[in-house]
């Protein structure tokens, strides 16, 4: 089956504007989450969303945001952009959440964001 | 809060040998799960393995294997008979057990380098 897949691959924006990036998870899959990963940062979690909700936030000022949709996929949008917030941005999807075993998360590619 | 610290930048190992990479982990909670994630330079993470912490024996995935000290909270990955596709980086990963499956915690990672 399908992959996760993200869109759009790269991306370059100006400091000041705003970007939406797109996460399409694996069919059957109702949870995405997404990562933000940096050399200087490492992978850090952004949020998480199931059923159109979003579960859980890291530590990240509010200009980053998401949301699900009915279908599963989900978009985030980051607001008035910083140089700093060129990196690489992961989704990640999986069945949803459980009270017992993890399920597996699935990696899309990644959107490359470079912000001049 | 839980962390993640992977003490080897890079590491380098000859194709057929076994190489280990370190990992350690700091948590107050009890059952947990750890993962080791491959990112080879196309940037598509998966999953290498995963360690429930209620279980005592060391998961093992093929040529993939890991040495899980629970008191030591220490999380090593063995790869035995190295090959030129192992070159990546590998990131050790925490989650917490039940409830959301995002929000996984990542060490620095370690770029590993397969010499022919």
């Known amino acids: 089956k399908a992959g996760v897949t993200q869109t759009p691959r790269y991306l370059i924006k100006t400091r000041g504007q705003q970007v939406t990036l797109s996460c399409s998870p694996i069919s059957g899959h109702r949870s995405v989450s997404w990562y933000q990963q940096t050399p200087g940062q490492g992978l850090q979690f952004l949020f998480e969303y199931f059923s159109e909700t979003q579960r859980n936030k890291g530590n990240f000022p509010g200009r980053f945001s998401g949301r699900q949709f009915s279908n599963s996929r989900s978009e985030m949008n980051v607001s008035t952009l910083e140089l700093g917030d060129s990196a690489l941005y992961l989704c990640?999807?999986?069945?949803?959440?459980?009270?017992?075993?993890?399920?597996?998360?699935?990696f899309g590619p990644g959107t490359r964001l470079t912000v001049t | 809060a839980q962390t993640v610290t992977q003490s080897q930048p890079e590491m380098s190992v000859q194709e057929a040998e076994t190489v280990t990479l370190s990992c350690t982990y700091d948590?107050?909670?009890?059952?947990?799960?750890l993962f080791w994630y491959k990112q080879p330079p196309s940037r598509q993470m998966i999953l290498v393995i995963r360690?429930?912490?209620?279980?005592?024996q060391n998961a093992t995935e093929n040529r993939f294997s890991v040495n899980f000290q629970k008191a030591a909270k220490s999380f090593s990955l063995k790869i035995s008979d190295s090959q030129l596709g192992d070159a990546a980086m590998y990131f050790c990963?925490?989650?917490?057990?039940?409830?959301?499956?995002?929000?996984?915690?990542f060490g620095k990672g370690t770029k590993l380098s397969v010499k022919p």
């Open positions: 990640a999807s999986s069945f949803g959440p459980s009270r017992g075993p993890a399920y597996e998360q699935y």
């Open positions: 948590t107050s909670e009890s059952d947990y799960y």
């Open positions: 360690q429930e912490a209620y279980k005592q």
């Open positions: 990963a925490y989650r917490r057990y039940g409830g959301s499956q995002g929000n996984l915690i």
